[in-house]
């Protein structure tokens, strides 16, 4: 490698920190504006963006009524959405078979995320990753080994995994992973 592109790389890591740090300060100013402005340069809408937020306490503090696992109890991320820019709690997806994530979704700086990054769903269901083309090359590959798919970055390609045992799971693009192109399975 030449020194120009670690300068390049070493930049766009501090921007997207930099970024990163930015919209984690603009979500402390308490004015819910933000998911739903973001939701809407998506081509969202604002109820869906702020719906997906984890609930929290006056204090701040969640509640677990949106990100638990089971019984209500919190799902075990130990840090792993610290650096994931599209991370805005656990969508709830129970009561569906079949629940498609996006890979290559709009996130971290480019198309390095997964949408959503973290879903619950019932035991039994399965989970579909499906490519958009964008962001290069992505894998989906389990921070546990359980399951990985190919390199890949055609549009419409898809990978699926079916969850049979309640748990978190949490997997990463492989080659993305440092930009925080992470993801996370809640199965009841």
Known sequence: MTRDTNLTRRRFTALTATAALSTALAG?????????NA???????ATTAESTAEPTTESGETTGA???????????????????????????????????????????????GFGPAAVRVDSGTTVVWEWNGKGGSH???AA??????????????????????A??????????ETLGMKGAVVVE
């Open 28 to 36: 402390c100013s308490g004015s819910g504006g933000d998911a739903a």
């Open 39 to 45: 939701a809407e340069a998506d081509g969202g809408d």
């Open 66 to 112: 949106d990100s638990g696992s089971g019984g209500g109890s919190a799902p075990q991320f130990d840090g792993w959405f610290d650096n994931v820019g599209n991370y805005d709690g656990v969508v709830d997806k129970t009561g569906n078979s079949t629940v498609t994530v996006t890979v290559g979704a709009q996130a971290n700086g480019g198309a390095f």
């Open 139 to 141: 894998n989906v590959a």
């Open 144 to 165: 546990d080994g359980s399951f990985e798919s190919e390199l890949a970055g055609s549009s419409g390609h898809t990978f699926e995994h079916t969850f049979e045992e």
């Open 167 to 176: 748990g978190t799971y949490r997997y990463a693009c492989t080659p993305h």
